[in-house]
């Protein structure tokens, strides 16, 4: 089994792609987008993995913000990618995004 992590946008989207795919999760733990990670961060996740018999998995944009680190090769990574099924989609997305940024008038 597998302890998830991750710090995207939509995590429960990745956690359900895991499940689709078959991946038992043992444990999982969701960051904010862009999570800093932490040595600290990366102990708590190593301990439950330890203490569960599992590995971690995460997706590729979370791995390369980690700390370097002697475990990290008991990390696995699955590559994600955003896919809008219409361009209205997109349109939204860009909306969300762009209106939780700008600065109050």
């Given amino acids: 089994p597998y302890i998830g992590f991750c710090g995207i946008g939509f995590p429960d989207k990745f956690k359900n792609t895991l499940a689709e795919n078959g991946i038992e999760l043992s444990g999982w733990h969701s960051y904010a987008d862009h999570h800093p990670y932490t040595i600290q961060d990366l102990h708590l996740l190593l301990g439950e993995a330890l203490e569960k018999k599992s590995r971690l998995i995460t ?47």
């Fill in 59 to 105: 997706t590729e944009k979370d791995y390369v913000r980690l700390p370097d680190f002697q475990q990290k090769g008991m990390i696995d990574i699955v590559p994600v990618e955003i896919v809008f099924n219409s361009p209205e989609d997109l349109l939204s997305f860009i909306c969300q995004k762009t209106a939780s940024t700008s600065p109050a008038s």
